[in-house]
């Protein structure tokens, strides 16, 4: 079992910038990867970014490429999203997921994650 939590979600003006944690419990952070999704209303769930068990690995959707950056420390079991120069259409609840049965890659289908933190709302303003 895996347990995910969320934080570093609110308001910001657009343009601005956003750091999301998740911090993880329950089995060793460094076996597997760690992704980042977001969902906003009546949308379906979308790939953000992801990242392996050592960093060596990063992905990313095209509309967030350049601007936002995922990390990870497995010293602390957390995976960060820094998010920079932040627009409307990146307004959501963004979730992060552990992808139990990969270490060396990380996937970008929400169906690939086995675990789900309870999601942190990312609110943009004018």
């Known amino acids: 079992q895996v347990q995910l939590v969320e934080s570093g979600g609110g308001l910001v003006q657009a343009g601005g910038s956003l750091t999301l944690s998740c911090a993880a419990s329950?089995?060793?952070?460094?076996?597997?990867?760690m992704g980042w999704f977001r969902q906003a209303p009546g949308q379906e769930r979308e790939f953000v970014a992801a990242?392996?068990?050592?960093?060596?690995?990063?992905y990313y959707a095209d509309s967030v490429k350049g601007r936002f950056t995922i990390s990870r420390d497995n010293a602390k079991s957390t995976v960060y999203l820094q998010m920079n120069n932040l627009k409307f259409d990146d307004a959501a609840v963004y979730y992060c997921?552990?992808?139990?049965?990969?270490?060396?890659?990380?996937?970008?289908?929400?169906?690939?994650?086995?675990?789900w933190g309870q999601g942190t709302q990312v609110t943009v303003s004018s």
């Open positions: 997921a552990a992808d139990t049965t990969r270490r060396f890659t990380a996937a970008t289908l929400p169906e690939r994650y086995d675990y």
């Open positions: 329950g089995r060793t952070f460094s076996n597997y990867g």
């Open positions: 990242i392996n068990w050592s960093e060596s690995s990063t």
